[in-house]
């Protein structure tokens, strides 16, 4: 892609997708039903189909029509996930609370997907143990069993934790008893999943707070009632929003939900950007150059606070901006493998330690040939290359792929010169 060089000309309209993080735990809970599940607005993205070849690789069936999924679970007798995607995936840990409480038993490999520093599973392990489940180990592989059912537990997690959160609250949803999960993850994921749930038979309450409780079903298992409509990407919203901060005239962020954003739409605003938002929709409009704002620290931190996965486009336009700023990466160990890449394209940026990096702006940015550590940031690399003079190859654009629908044709409507060459 040729980068703007700074030149303000972006301008339109950017629909916002269905949210990968909660597209992939309905898919996991469709475990949880008897008979058809229905999901709307589903992306059209790479781990939403790893996502549904586990399932069908467990019995299950999957057909697709546009954004909308159906999944058939009746068949699900396969407990082992399929090896090489669980590997690859780290949202594949999800499918082992339903499929637990589902089948009696799971095993698995030790989940991959992006390497963002440590990723353990004790929460999930520890977890299903106190649920009254045998956990054996081998090497590298996990095997989960119960003998008479899943019972409910008071778990407590001593770290904020969303897959973890997610997988206990629907591995509790068809046990015996109740299950409480204190310091609980928070994100609106959780609490579209839970409504679903919920409208489906499930009695889930306490989302969207620390704690959250679930009445178990003793093995019933639920049935869907309506469609579990995927809300919008909060992370494709928030990306979006500052690559308008940084080269749009006038760019619109339709099919959104701002109360999701809360954070970052606040930093932009403090670091001088013109926002409008409304229920659906954020508008942002400018005629500077992205110098004429100022620096803003940035601490990552769970929901509703700065989102880890926001990190890195954050660290993107605040080369951009006037002034010294750091960025507290909170969440995870290895959040910032990427900024040597954007010092290699002329950003000035000092890392203090592994959680934290000082960034000084504005610094003129120059094309290069790039390949994301993570999807997040193969998506800042575009933001990057998007700032840039000069040509940018984004190399290994499946990272992208894996979280962004037809990300160029998308950013392309809005005037952003950008091709796919190969994937
Ligand atoms: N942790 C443990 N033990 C566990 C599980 C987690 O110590 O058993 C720690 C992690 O090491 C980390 C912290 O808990 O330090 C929080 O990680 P969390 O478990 O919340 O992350 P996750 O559930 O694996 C989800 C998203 C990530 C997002 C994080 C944080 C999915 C599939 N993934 O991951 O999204 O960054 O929450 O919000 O929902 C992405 O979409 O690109 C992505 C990485």
């Known amino acids: 892609m040729t980068g703007l060089g700074g030149e303000r000309s972006l301008a339109g309209v950017i629909p916002v997708r269905g949210a990968k993080n909660a597209g992939l735990k309905a898919l996991a809970a469709t475990l949880l039903f008897d ?5 709307e607005n589903a992306p059209s993205i790479e781990d939403m189909k790893r996502m549904a070849e586990l399932i069908t690789a467990a019995g299950g069936r999957v057909e697709e029509e546009g954004s909308v999924l159906t999944v058939v679970p009746d068949a699900v007798s396969v407990s082992a996930l399929l090896e090489d995607v669980a590997k690859r995936l780290r949202a594949s840990i999800v499918l082992t609370g339903p499929m637990l409480a589902r089948l009696g038993e799971v095993s698995f490999p030790f989940p991959g997907g992006c390497v963002l520093g440590e990723r ?9 143990r106190a649920m009254g489940a045998d956990v054996t180990e081998d090497g590298e592989h996990f095997t989960v069993r119960t003998k008479e059912g899943l019972r409910g537990a008071e778990l407590f997690f001593p770290v904020v934790s969303v897959t973890a959160t997610e997988t206990l609250m629907m591995a509790a949803t068809l046990a015996t008893g109740t299950t409480v999960l204190r310091n609980a993850a928070m994100e609106p994921e959780i609490v579209a999943l839970a409504e679903f749930l919920n409208r489906s038979g499930a009695r889930i309450t306490g989302v969207g707070t ?11 298992k639920l049935t869907a009632q309506g469609a579990f409509v995927t809300p919008p990407d909060r992370i494709e919203a928030g990306s979006f929003l500052i690559l ?12 959104c939900d701002p109360t999701h954003l809360s954070v970052l739409i ?3 605003r403090r670091s001088g950007v013109s926002i409008t938002e ?12 992205p110098s004429a704002f100022h620096a803003v620290n940035v ?11 926001l990190q890195a486009p954050m660290t993107v336009y605040l080369t951009q901006v006037t002034g010294e700023s750091y960025v507290l990466e909170t969440i995870f160990d290895a959040r910032f493998g990427y900024v040597d890449d954007l010092v290699r394209m002329g950003a000035a940026i000092t890392t203090m330690n592994p959680h934290r990096v000082l960034i000084r702006g504005p610094r003129e940015l120059t094309g290069k040939e790039l390949e994301g550590p993570d999807l997040r940031a193969g998506l800042a690399y575009l933001l990057a290359a998007s700032v840039a003079h000069g040509t940018s190859t984004v190399n290994n654009a499946y990272t992208i792929d894996r979280g962004y629908e037809r990300i ?8 952003l010169p950008i091709e796919r060459v190969t994937n």
Do not use: M, Q
């Open 120 to 128: 353990p599973i004790d929460l999930f392990l520890s977890g299903f």
């Open 35 to 39: 008979g058809p599940v229905r999901i």
């Open 408 to 415: 160029e044709e998308r950013l392309r409507a809005i005037g």
């Open 278 to 289: 409304g229920a659906d929709f954020l508008e942002v409009e400018a005629h500077e150059p």
């Open 299 to 309: 601490r990552t931190h769970e929901y509703p606070g700065f989102p880890t996965d």
């Open 210 to 220: 620390p704690t959250i409780t679930v009445i178990g079903s003793a093995g019933k």
């Open 244 to 255: 308008g901060a940084l080269l749009a005239k006038k760019l619109r962020i339709t099919d």
């Open 266 to 268: 606040e930093l932009l």
